[in-house]
Nanobody, 117 residues
Framework: QVQLVESGGGLVQAGGSLRLSCAAS????????MGWYRQAPGKQREFVAL???????NYAGSVKGRFAISRDNAKNTIDLQMNNLKPEDTAVYYC???????????WGQGTQVTVSS
């Protein structure tokens, strides 16, 4: 089992920055990728950013150039630096970890990010 705990959400004005963190515990050696997803009220959960064990990153088009994902393999943590935040970035942000043996996903409990205009 993999457990994920997010932190760092909050309220920020448009144009501001926030940094989210996620700590993984449990069967962390099984993880081959970690990332962030978000879900706004009334919308489906959507992909935000992903980082593989080799450091390769991928971003949703809506956040590319504004968000940066990073990973500390030794500590089993990932961060999401979010800059130039927009009201449309308001959502619950979920940390996710992909298990290599079956490509299934473990999820955190989510952290709220609210961007005011």
């Amino acid at each position: 089992q993999v457990q994920l705990v997010e932190s760092g959400g909050g309220l920020v004005q448009a144009g501001g920055s926030l940094r989210l963190s996620c700590a993984a515990s449990g069967s962390t050696t099984s993880i081959n990728a970690m990332g962030w997803y978000r879900q706004a009220p009334g919308k489906q959960r959507e992909f935000v950013a992903l980082i593989l064990n080799d450091g390769t990153t991928n971003y949703a088009g809506s956040v590319k150039g504004r968000f940066a994902i990073s990973r500390d393999n030794a500590k089993n943590t990932i961060d999401l630096q979010m800059n130039n935040l927009k009201p449309e970035d308001t959502a619950v942000y979920y940390c996710a970890a992909r298990r290599g043996w079956d490509n299934s996903w473990a999820w955190g409990q989510g952290t709220q990010v609210t961007v005011s205009s």
